[in-house]
């Protein structure tokens, strides 16, 4: 109970402090505030519905329209028509009361002269002193007889009459113009409500089967996405199909026959460089060993030993001092 107290206290604190905001605000304020809001709500509905939805929730709506329009169209026809029946029935009994009118005041004019010129006739054969003794003119007129003022009265009557009855025919032939007018467009409206509708019948199927295209797009285009979303989300040893396998594997393959290639390519320049260095050093050495070197002499050194040998016979004495053993030769 208190929590209803309460929340019924905080209910009615927030709608005094918003009415009292928009009376501050102002109406064209709160006007743009209701519209700015009712804009995005529609907009967030917007989002959660899809295009197929919203497509067959219009062709509904118009399939349902087509009928109302034309009944709406068809009922104000039938009024119409009814109505100008009924002006055209007005328009002949007016038009047919004119006409009696204007008969019945040609034969009042034709009787009134015909008395008036008796009664001048009579009045100049009678002496001024029998005047008592003249006839009285009068005017037989739709079984009633008229004196002459009284025909002259009904003669002001009855074209008023006719005037009344023309004028009520024109005003009903302006009428009938207007509403002519309206029935020929009411027909043409209501002819065009019922071609479109047929045609709308013979395309509704037609249409059926794009709003179906659509949505088997949306889904393909959501399978797609998640395919695409789960192959960038799983490792390089993971996959969800056949085709997945092999454009991993043959994505494997070429960075691996790239990286050998790379690694051959380096490995030959290497080998062409070892080569070219060995060549260099042999040829370098080869020069170094066949340069001319120039003899140091000889150096012959005498020992002491070698002078106190015992001297030879007198007759080999030039030959002993030429032998190889008298004396020891260190080459430096």
Not at 44 to 69: G, S, T, W
Not at 78 to 86: C, K, V, Y
Not at 141 to 164: C, M, S
Request: proline content about 3%; aromatic content about 4%.
């Amino acid at each position: 109970m208190c929590f209803v107290k309460g929340l019924v206290r905080y209910g009615l604190i927030a709608g005094l402090v918003a009415g009292a905001g928009l009376v501050i605000a102002g109406p064209d304020r709160a006007l743009a505030l209701v519209t700015q809001t009712r804009d995005s709500i529609n907009c967030q509905i917007d989002k959660h519905v899809k295009d197929p939805v919203a497509l067959r929730a219009q062709l509904r709506k118009l399939e349902a329209q087509y009928p109302a329009r034309i009944a709406d169209v068809r009922g104000d026809l039938a009024e119409l028509r009814t109505q100008i029946s009924q002006l055209n029935r007005d328009h002949d009994v007016n038009q047919r009361a004119m006409e009696l009118a204007s008969a019945d005041l040609t034969s009042l004019k034709g009787m009134l002269a015909k008395a008036e010129s008796l009664r001048s006739t009579t009045n100049g054969m009678l002496t001024s002193g029998n005047d008592s003794s003249a006839p009285v003119f009068a005017v037989r007129f739709a079984g009633e007889t008229l004196g002459i003022d009284q025909a002259y009265a009904k003669v002001n009557t009855v074209e008023q009459h006719a005037a009344a009855f023309g004028q009520r025919v024109s005003d009903i032939d302006r009428d009938l113009g207007y509403l002519s007018q309206q029935e020929g467009r009411l027909s043409t409206l209501l002819d065009q409500l019922e071609t479109e509708q047929s045609q709308f019948q013979s395309q509704l199927w037609q249409l059926d089967r794009q709003v179906d295209a659509i949505a088997r797009n949306d889904r393909m285009i959501d399978m797609m996405s998640k395919r695409q979303a789960t192959i960038d989300k799983h490792s390089r040893y993971r996959a969800e199909s056949l085709d997945q396998v092999n454009a991993r594997v043959s994505d494997i393959r070429a960075r691996q026959e790239a990286q050998l290639e790379a690694l051959s390519r380096t490995t030959t320049e290497n080998g062409y460089e070892n080569r070219a260095r060995i060549d260099l050093d042999a040829r370098a050495g080869a020069v170094r060993f066949t340069a001319p070197v120039k003899a140091k002499p000889s150096v012959i050194e005498v020992k002491p030993e070698d002078v106190k040998t015992p001297p030879a016979s007198s007759g080999n004495s030039a030959n002993s001092g030429a032998s190889p053993s008298s004396f020891a030769l260190n080459g430096h």
